[in-house]
């Protein structure tokens, strides 16, 4: 789960799902959705890449500053069991 500091746009959601490019190649998300908030600035985030920092770097690319960075689930272990 990622917090940024403002309201995520749409087309940059389906920008991130097509695939990003980064100076150490393109990053491709399993999968990304807006988590239901009232500011907006939310979203679940699915992806197998192990890059460094890639879901900051990501969200940087786009001009998004990442407040709050959670990892909810990690190889099928989640926080709750």
Request: proline share 2%; with cysteine; glycine share 8%.
């Amino acid at each position: 789960e990622i917090t940024v500091h403002k309201q995520i746009e749409l087309s940059d959601i389906e920008r991130i799902k097509k695939g990003i490019r980064l100076e150490d190649g393109v990053v491709n998300i399993d999968g990304l959705y807006l988590l239901p908030t009232p500011k907006k600035n939310m979203v679940g985030i699915t992806l197998h890449s192990g890059k460094n920092r890639v879901v900051r770097r990501v969200f940087d690319t786009l001009n998004y500053f990442v407040e709050k960075l959670d990892r909810v689930s990690c190889a099928g272990i989640t926080k709750k069991g």
